[in-house]
């Protein structure tokens, strides 16, 4: 984890440990997801770091590496989903992941973006841009620093979709997704008796289609949406001298502009938590505040009240920690679960549940400032350790404003030779408000799925990837109140990868989706994939 690499003695003393932007009782309304990394020569080195102990985590040396890589593919696909059309396509995917350490300034940067050239439909002929940054710098020693982050890729607007690279979509199907933010932040520390921070966050978010030939305006006009807020906040935090007892206050106001639901958005909120520790391994919890938030759209959404918890955190080993609460937040009253369990040195079980309203361009936001990046650009919890998906392709993209329950479960194992990771989603949404007039009305959408992904190492000579996922989606008919069909969605894919030189690997891979695609009345539609590729590091 990126926290990890703060233990180096010169970066310590003027860096702060990185974990996350939102203080623990200021938590997102809807936790982001877990899961693991679906590329298969990815995996492996993610869960490997997952399972490391923090203890045993070295520190990143002093300076910067840079670490550039270019992967060619040809591919082949009996059916671009969204038409009726086979092609060839070349997908050109250089890249460059940068790790950067200094006494004052710690940053990890990853940027992969894709070109891809159909051969028989060049008007689906795209470009994708996929990145992942995270850069402290310290302005003041131990007083004021700058948090810079970013994150963006290309996600299916199709309910059902798997992994990106499993399948192939028409390019009125591919939404741009990006967000970007930045936190300069003061911190003043009261010896071991408190800390408090006080800050302000700028976030950015855009969602757009690669093309809109043939769409409908309303279409268009409801996925295309963008978003700017302003976050303030103070928080105090105790400290060890309070012994037992812990206690945490938060308050924050965010104002947001944009197009939808999000122009002219705002939430306020005040909380405290209070923690007192019953043994070692057991600390009750229990807080209360208010909140006043507001959403435009159709039509305009509005809550004031109160908002409670209370719960238990239990950590019954050193990589094991289980926060369990139930409360009210966004005029819900719910429970919400968040942890990670660890039965073995090589084995994680992490889970997730919450309630609550929000938005698709809030939760890339908050899954941002509440995660870091690990030196190979992948998303963690920094409290957990727990792999987080910032973008789900199963659920799809959502424009609107929705009442939203959602639930991960994912395991990880790791052995000498293999490497398996089991997931399981849950995601039910109610819309409360509309982007646009024309989308407005009643709508519900249900999904739930189960992946797993098995990487097997044949010795030194080649690796196999075998993926696997299984769901099912529900979303109401264009008539307002009437129920659409349940939509079963099924991915399989199986690849191998040959090591032709330490830093030259061959791909061959062949996938089969079968998944609901939505245009006017709701198909099923089959397509195959193979793609033959290298990939250089240098």
Same mark, same amino acid.
């Given at each position: ?80 989903? /969204? ?129 809109? #030939? ?32 812990? @206690? ?25 938590? &209070? ?11 229990? /807080? /209360? ?13 509005? &809550? ?19 926060? @369990? ?16 369990? #660890? ?15 929000? %938005? ?36 799809? !993209? ?46 519900? @959408? %249900?999904? !739930? ?8 190492? &044949?010795?030194?000579?080649?690796? %196999? ?54 245009? /006017? ?18």
């Amino acid at each position: 984890m990126l926290g990890a690499g703060l233990c180096h003695p010169a970066v310590a003393q003027l860096l702060p440990p990185d974990l996350g932007w939102t203080p623990q009782i200021g938590m997102p309304s809807v936790l982001p997801d877990t899961g693991t990394n679906a590329t298969p020569d990815a995996l492996r080195q993610q869960i490997d770091r997952l399972d490391t102990a923090a203890s045993k985590k070295t520190a990143p040396p002093l300076g910067w590496t840079f670490t550039p890589q270019i992967a060619v593919n040809q591919e082949w696909t009996d059916h671009i989903l /969204g038409t009726n059309q086979s092609s060839f396509v070349t997908a050109v995917q250089p890249g460059l992941t940068a790790n950067g350490d200094t006494s004052v300034f710690h940053t990890v940067v990853t940027y992969t973006p894709v070109v891809e050239f159909f051969t028989q439909n060049g008007d689906q002929n795209r470009v994708g841009q996929n990145f992942n940054a995270d850069a402290t710098a310290t302005l003041v020693p131990e007083r004021l620093f700058l948090d810079l982050r970013g994150f963006g890729t290309v996600q299916s607007g199709i309910p059902g979709s798997g992994p990106s690279n499993m399948f192939v979509l028409s390019k009125s199907n591919e939404i741009q997704v990006q967000t970007y933010a930045a936190r300069p932040y003061l911190v003043q520390q009261f010896d071991d008796w408190a800390t408090v921070e006080v800050g302000g966050i700028l976030s950015y978010s855009a969602q757009n289609l690669l093309s809109t #030939a043939g769409l409908p305006l309303a279409s268009i006009q409801s996925i295309n949406q963008n978003s700017t807020a302003q976050r303030e906040y103070v928080s105090v935090t105790s400290g060890p001298n309070l012994d037992r007892v812990s @206690i945490s206050g938060l308050a924050s106001a965010m104002q947001s502009s944009g197009t939808g639901v999000l122009d002219g958005a705002y939430r306020r909120e005040g909380d405290m938590e &209070f923690g007192y520790a019953i043994t070692r391994s057991v600390i009750a919890l229990a /807080g /209360g505040g208010y909140e006043d938030i507001h959403y435009s759209g159709f039509p305009n959404f509005n &809550f004031t009240g109160p908002q409670w918890d209370a719960g238990v955190r239990l950590t019954p080993n050193a990589d094991s920690s289980l926060t @369990i609460r139930y409360g009210r937040r966004d005029g819900v009253t719910a429970p919400r679960i968040d942890g990670v369990l #660890a039965p073995t040195n090589r084995t994680r079980i992490y889970l997730r549940y919450s309630e609550g309203v929000t %938005t698709d361009q809030e939760q890339f936001q908050d899954a941002l400032n509440s995660s870091v990046l690990d030196p190979f650009g992948n998303r963690v919890d920094p409290r957990t350790g727990a792999p987080l998906l910032l973008v789900n392709n199963f659920y799809g !993209v959502q424009t609107y404003l929705a009442q939203e329950k959602r639930g991960t479960l994912t395991g990880t194992w790791l052995r000498d030779h293999d490497t398996l990771s089991l997931t399981v989603g849950w995601l039910r949404d109610y819309q409360l408000s509309a982007p646009t007039p024309l989308t407005a009305g009643a709508q519900t @959408i %249900t999904a !739930v799925y189960g992946a797993i992904n098995w990487v097997h190492q &044949f010795a030194d000579r080649f690796t %196999t990837s075998t993926y696997f996922q299984y769901g099912t989606t529900n979303q109401l008919a264009l008539t307002p109140g009437v129920r659409g069909p349940t939509q079963n969605a099924l991915i399989a894919s199986a690849s191998l990868i040959y090591p032709v030189t330490t830093k030259l690997n061959a791909l061959l891979q062949y996938s089969y989706s079968s998944q609901p695609y939505f245009s /006017g009345l709701v198909q099923q539609q089959p397509s195959n994939l193979v793609i033959v590729g290298v990939k250089k590091t240098f």
